[in-house]
């Protein structure tokens, strides 16, 4: 009888794309969610080396951090998290991919459109893995 995996095992072995002898594996990640509080530093190292995001019908830019915990048709008080939304979705728009807008009336109006779901990018990850794959620093 086999020996029963774990969930993560079976999504690894799903995504795992090449094995290298020194433990070194490569994925496919076929989802890439970005958010209103590290994001913008990505888009600008997009912006300053003249790139475009890979494959935005696989990127789904979200706002979780700064959505109210509270009444949502307040809109957000802090200006601060007010900043980050509007940034995201302006990145968002400008690199070809809706955002997920907040239900609060504080979202910008061009970005309230639904996400489109998708699978997202391949991406050569050193991935921490028990017994197969050793952790490498990038």
Wanted: net charge positive; hydrophobic share 35%.
């Amino acid at each position: 009888m086999a020996k029963p995996r774990t969930l993560f095992d079976k999504i690894w072995d799903d995504h795992l794309v090449d094995e290298q002898l020194d433990g070194t594996c490569l994925i496919y990640i076929d989802r890439h969610l970005v958010h209103e509080v590290t994001s913008p530093q990505a888009f600008e190292g997009l912006r300053l080396s003249g790139r475009k995001v890979r494959a935005p019908e696989k990127t789904l830019a979200v706002v979780d951090h700064n959505v109210p915990t509270t009444d949502r048709s307040k809109g957000i008080d802090d200006p601060e998290s007010a900043t980050q939304i509007d940034t995201l979705a302006e990145n968002a728009k400008r690199f070809g991919r809706p955002a997920s807008p907040p239900r609060t009336s504080s979202w910008p109006s061009s970005a309230r459109s639904a996400p489109r779901e998708a699978p997202a990018t391949r991406s050569n990850m050193r991935a921490k893995r028990s017994a197969r794959c050793r952790w490498k620093a990038a």
